[in-house]
């Protein structure tokens, strides 16, 4: 189908922060995606619909087509790795990925002279890179929350989480050594769309970069 477009969400944050946007520009779900549980919604524009599902999954879906255009996390598309463009820097859901490590270890560490590491994480591909691109050794181990507990409970030494205001760190006695990557929310889209339903692409990320402008 050429003529319609799918948009896949997230819930939560990304949610939250990108149905204003895109009613700014034109395109407001017909039921609430907040609080139903429907996971397809028609739209006031016929032509277009809103999936909802895991952040993770965003660009997978728009990799493989599923949905022609996505919304996602950097770090959650750092970590994906995929063949699919990233068209437009929302700037929403802003924060920083992060090494971070115990306090009272940090004040005798000195990241210049790591050479093996003992991380937990949920962002493994990202560390191994970020990482081997420094020459630094690292085992990691891969979790899906709460990595702020690992070293408290000798799991691991370090670890890689986002961070925005460092209250969750501050709350685990861990403090931030190395900057990752600075991460905000981007608008996602698949290669072939953007060739096979170039007009309806252009025209939607368009209004979409013009809300963002009048910011
Ligand atoms: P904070 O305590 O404000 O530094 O937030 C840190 C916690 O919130 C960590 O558990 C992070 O994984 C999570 N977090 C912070 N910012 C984001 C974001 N933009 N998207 C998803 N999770 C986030």
């Given at each position: 189908m050429t003529d319609s477009l799918t948009i896949a969400l997230s819930k939560g944050r990304i949610l939250d922060e990108t149905l204003p946007l895109l009613a700014a520009a034109g395109i407001e779900p017909l039921d609430n995606p907040r609080i139903s549980r429907k996971l397809i919604f028609a739209t006031n524009q016929s032509h277009i619909r809103l999936v909802i599902i895991r952040a993770a999954d965003v660009p997978t879906f728009v990799e493989f087509g599923a949905a022609d255009l996505g919304v996602s996390g950097k770090d959650v598309l750092m970590e994906h790795d995929g063949d699919l463009f990233e068209l437009l820097?929302?700037?929403?859901a802003r924060c920083r990925l992060m090494v971070a490590e115990p306090a009272e270890m940090a004040a005798n560490?000195?990241?210049?002279?790591?050479?093996r590491l003992r991380i937990a994480t949920k962002y493994v591909h990202i560390t191994r890179r970020f990482f081997a691109t420094k020459g630094v050794q690292t085992e990691i181990i891969k979790l899906y929350g709460s990595m702020e507990l690992a070293p408290l409970v000798g799991l691991a030494d370090r670890i890689v989480d986002l961070v925005d205001t460092g209250n969750t760190l501050k709350a685990n006695n861990l403090v931030e050594v190395e900057h990752i990557a600075d991460i905000s929310s981007w608008l996602v889209g698949n290669t072939a769309s953007m060739k096979l339903k170039h007009e309806l692409m252009q025209s939607t990320v368009a209004a979409i970069a013009a809300v963002l402008d009048e910011k």
């Amino acid at each position: 189908m050429t003529d319609s477009l799918t948009i896949a969400l997230s819930k939560g944050r990304i949610l939250d922060e990108t149905l204003p946007l895109l009613a700014a520009a034109g395109i407001e779900p017909l039921d609430n995606p907040r609080i139903s549980r429907k996971l397809i919604f028609a739209t006031n524009q016929s032509h277009i619909r809103l999936v909802i599902i895991r952040a993770a999954d965003v660009p997978t879906f728009v990799e493989f087509g599923a949905a022609d255009l996505g919304v996602s996390g950097k770090d959650v598309l750092m970590e994906h790795d995929g063949d699919l463009f990233e068209l437009l820097d929302l700037g929403i859901a802003r924060c920083r990925l992060m090494v971070a490590e115990p306090a009272e270890m940090a004040a005798n560490d000195n990241p210049a002279n790591w050479s093996r590491l003992r991380i937990a994480t949920k962002y493994v591909h990202i560390t191994r890179r970020f990482f081997a691109t420094k020459g630094v050794q690292t085992e990691i181990i891969k979790l899906y929350g709460s990595m702020e507990l690992a070293p408290l409970v000798g799991l691991a030494d370090r670890i890689v989480d986002l961070v925005d205001t460092g209250n969750t760190l501050k709350a685990n006695n861990l403090v931030e050594v190395e900057h990752i990557a600075d991460i905000s929310s981007w608008l996602v889209g698949n290669t072939a769309s953007m060739k096979l339903k170039h007009e309806l692409m252009q025209s939607t990320v368009a209004a979409i970069a013009a809300v963002l402008d009048e910011k």
